[in-house]
């Protein structure tokens, strides 16, 4: 996280929060709250005379429906926006949204000029206008693009208003580089994901205001503190047994709750236990929440062969004994699919190594028909922002022989363990809580430099601590 921290609730940075018109987060039930939370962003997004207005979200929070909504609702007043995404898949599935909601609603999909640059899907709404030029969209009254796309847009009108989405993921010289096309604008982003990609170092720009590395938010808070910030305070994809714990671990500053109560989900499975550690972890996993499979302490390669098998075996189970699940959203239990079932690890090698360990279970005969191969293997990265019924954790920190920054940063770990609605199972060699007592953090100390809290090394141990209470040993 590289935003400073700020006061739980509606808030400046300049002080603490004023009294609400709204729901309290933490007295209301969780709909209650989410509703108080969101007409206070619209109506400040609305009415508010603040250039910005930014809003904190956690994991499953929403943060897609607010933005359909508010983009609608701004657009209903007669007020041309634009929509700023991070990635031609958020923007195709912003546009998507935005259509199914309200067909009417003109929508421009502004794109560049390679061949399929956006998804097709997109010509099946009769309100959604696709156009590698601007000039072709300038009246409708939204258009959605990529950042990168915006940056190349020229207009001596800018727009009365822009939704930013994914903000904490977007680098302040991306923000500096469209600010010039729109009046006001909605930042909306989750401070706890993984940080802003660059390229390069920037160890040059560090403790400077206008860091280009730094995010959006950051930048933008750092020279506008008075802007009016808000936070959601419901994730409606964590279960009750996982948002304690991503809350307390990685959102101390922003607090937040489950949507849903013990009981309003479950996981089972049709087919009985084989004892195996991995049978046992699984239904551990169905039964909290969580599951811990751990492989022996050793210090290995990066793409640690009996853990990837390990991995891969945990995939298997899941998907042969007939897993159902059931949620809130409907009376009927529905099949653990493939589709809804997740890998993620650190790095490309290890998802790559995954992928193969899958594909070979999968030229059994008796798993040939469990779908092994559709299962989402990838890393943090390219998790980002998705959701899934079960997902299966390759540690970031097991077999290591030291804890890197890389494999320290909050974000990484945070991802990987807030992709699911039922269950989370992590595979990790013993010894980690060891690793980190022996590699402190010696990251240089730079002025200027916001401190991150909490810290990976913090946010590790608090996770691997609850964890031990659902840890089954890997035997063979």
Avoid at 240 to 261: D, H, N
Avoid at 362 to 380: H, P, R, S
Avoid at 393 to 413: K, M, N, Q, Y
Wanted: net charge negative; proline share 9%; glycine share 6%.
């Amino acid at each position: 996280m590289s935003a400073p921290p700020r006061p739980a609730g509606t808030a400046s940075a300049s002080g603490p929060a004023a009294p609400s018109r709204y729901p309290s987060a933490e007295a209301a039930s969780p709909a209650e709250a989410a509703a108080g939370a969101t007409e206070a962003i619209l109506h400040d997004a609305l009415h508010s005379a603040s250039r910005g207005v930014v809003v904190d979200s956690p994991p499953g929070a929403g943060k897609s429906t607010l933005v359909v909504r508010a983009a609608r609702e701004l657009a209903a007043t007669g007020r041309p926006l634009i929509v700023i995404a991070q990635t031609n898949a958020q923007v195709d599935d912003l546009v998507g949204r935005l259509a199914d909601a309200d067909p009417e609603l003109p929508v421009g999909r502004l794109h560049s000029s390679e061949p399929r640059p956006y998804d097709p899907a997109l010509d099946e709404y009769a309100a959604v206008v696709t156009s590698a030029k601007i000039a072709d969209l300038r009246e409708l009254p939204v258009v959605v693009s990529t950042a990168a796309k915006w940056s190349w847009v020229k207009t001596e009108t800018p727009w009365p208003h822009a939704i930013v989405d994914e903000a904490y993921q977007m680098r302040s010289d991306a923000l500096l580089a469209v600010a010039g096309l729109f009046e006001k604008a909605l930042f909306v982003g989750d401070p706890g994901q993984l940080d802003p990609f660059s390229q390069v170092g920037a160890e040059q720009w560090a403790g400077l205001t206008y860091d280009p590395s730094a995010s959006a938010v950051t930048t933008l808070l750092s020279h506008n503190p008075g802007l009016p910030q808000h936070r959601l305070p419901v994730s409606w994809r964590l279960p009750s047994s996982a948002a304690p714990l991503v809350s307390a671990a990685f959102y101390p500053y922003t607090p937040f709750r489950s949507g849903t109560g013990p009981g309003d989900r479950s996981l089972t499975f049709g087919a009985p236990s084989d004892g195996t550690p991995v049978d046992r972890v699984v239904d551990e996993a169905a039964a909290s929440g969580w599951g811990l499979l751990e492989l022996p302490s050793r210090t290995t390669p990066r793409t640690d062969p009996e853990a990837v098998d390990a991995v891969a075996q945990v995939v298997r189970s899941l998907l042969t004994r007939r897993g159902a699940t059931t949620d809130e959203r409907s009376d009927a239990s529905a099949p653990l699919t493939a589709d809804r079932v997740a890998v993620g690890t650190a790095h490309r090698d290890q998802a790559a190594a995954v992928r193969a360990a899958l594909a070979a279970l999968a030229a059994d005969e008796d798993t040939a028909d469990a779908g092994l191969t559709a299962v989402a293997v990838d890393t943090a990265n390219r998790l980002q922002g998705r959701e899934f019924d079960v997902t299966v954790v390759l540690h970031p920190l097991s077999g290591r022989p030291d804890a890197t920054a890389f494999h320290l940063e909050t974000g990484r770990l945070c991802v990987l363990a807030s992709r699911h609605r039922h269950a989370c199972i992590v595979v990790c060699r013993a010894g980690v809580p060891e690793l980190l007592d022996e590699h402190p953090s010696t990251e240089p100390v730079q002025l200027g430099v916001t401190v991150k809290f909490p810290d990976g090394w913090e946010a590790n141990h608090a996770v691997l601590s609850h964890l031990a209470a659902h840890a089954v040993p890997w035997e063979r």
